[in-house]
Each structure stands twice: as C-alpha cells, then as structure tokens.
C-alpha cells in the first residue's frame, strides 16, 4: 500500500514548520520535522567533540551517534539516552553549525533513510528544504512555502535568533548534495503576506483536490 507524502520546502523562517504540522493535525497526518533530525545530528557531534568542518570525521562518527528517530503521538521525535531533544536544538551553537552538516553527502544518506521509512507505515507531511527534491521526488503533494528576506529576518529576530538569514540562504542554496531549490512541479507559496491559518487552507484545498 502506498501512502501519501506531503512535502512542504522552503528556507529558513519562512513558516513552513508551523505549517507542516497544522496541516498535518487537519489531516490526522504524521508531522516529520526533518528540520529536527539534522539539528539532532549537529548538535550530538558538538556534544562529543567532533568537528562539524571535518567531513571525514562527520562521516567516522555518524554510525555511532547515540541518536533514534522515533514518535511521540503523530508527531516525529528526535531521542538521544532516553531523552526527547527540544530546547538543545534551538541553541545558538547548533544554528552556526547545521546547514554545514547538512552538507555532507554521508548525514543526508542516512537521515533520507530514516525520513522515508516513517512513509512506509504511514501517511506523512514532512518539512524540510530538499523534500519534493530528493526526499519524494515522485509525489503529487508538493509545496514550496516561503516569504521576502525581510519578513524572514523579522521572524527569527521574533524568536530571539539573530543569525544571518541571507547566509543561511546561501549555504542552504550552494551545497552540493540536495541544495534548497523548488521541485519543478512544487506550488510556490508566498506568505509574506498570509496568515498561518491562510496558508494551511489553500495547501489543504490543494491536497484534497488530488486526492
């Protein structure tokens, strides 16, 4: 049995995780975050001294990260000894560091494995920045959610990170491996100037039109 792969991309702040996860609410669908699962990956290898600018040693430490992917409810989890990560995600080491991890071909491997085995028991709506691209090239639910530069920056700022958001977009844009790029067949969601609840609305009309 096949089930349905909602995929929401776009860059940094652009609202696409609060997003993901109404509609996934509205739909009795599981929220993947997989934005969480590189956060988790970036933030076990400063936990244990590895060097997030060393790719051998990102590659060399990958398989023994102390990290599991699993669910709380119907939304996904990141554990590391027992404990759910949160708060430690959001820390301003991990922001400096992660769009540099998930540069390396070997952490998005193995987290695109980890990510496409939720869909195997289950209908998703996953967020991220490579979803429809190379996550689930061949679904029929695809968005690309973002908003101006400027609104962006307002938001993080809103949320107390500073960090650069035209970086963020450059690193995320020019990595090698599964770059942020809109899916040629992906509906571009513009919400500079929408409410939450707007968004939501249309992609969900949009995802019942094909189902």
């Known amino acids: 049995m096949s089930f349905p792969a909602i995929a929401i991309d776009g860059p940094a702040a652009s609202g696409k995780s609060t997003v993901a996860g109404r509609i996934a609410a ?92 939720y869909n195997l028991r289950e209908p998703v709506v996953m967020e991220g920045r490579d979803i429809g691209t190379a996550v689930f090239p061949d679904s029929r639910f695809k968005y690309f959610v973002t908003a101006s530069e400027e609104v962006r920056a307002a938001r993080r700022a809103a949320e107390g990170v500073v960090d650069s958001i035209a970086e963020r977009d450059r690193q995320d844009a020019s990595r090698a491996v599964s770059p942020l790029a809109k899916a040629p067949d992906a509906l571009l969601v513009d919400t500079s100037d929408m409410t939450i609840d707007e968004v939501v609305d249309f992609i969900i009309r949009d995802i019942r039109s094909k189902l």
Do not use: H
Request: hydrophobic share 50%.
């Open 26 to 117: 509205r739909l009795n669908y599981t929220f993947i975050n997989t934005g969480a699962m590189y956060r988790a990956v970036a933030w076990r290898l400063l936990q244990t001294g590895v060097d997030p600018a060393c790719v051998g040693g990102v590659e060399e430490a990958l398989p023994a990260l102390s990290l599991s992917f699993e669910k709380k409810g119907t939304v996904s989890a990141v554990v590391c000894e027992g404990r759910v990560l949160d708060e430690e995600l959001r820390a301003p080491s991990v922001n400096a560091v992660v769009s540099m991890v998930a540069a390396v071909p070997a952490v998005r491997a193995f987290l695109v494995g980890k990510q496409r085995e």
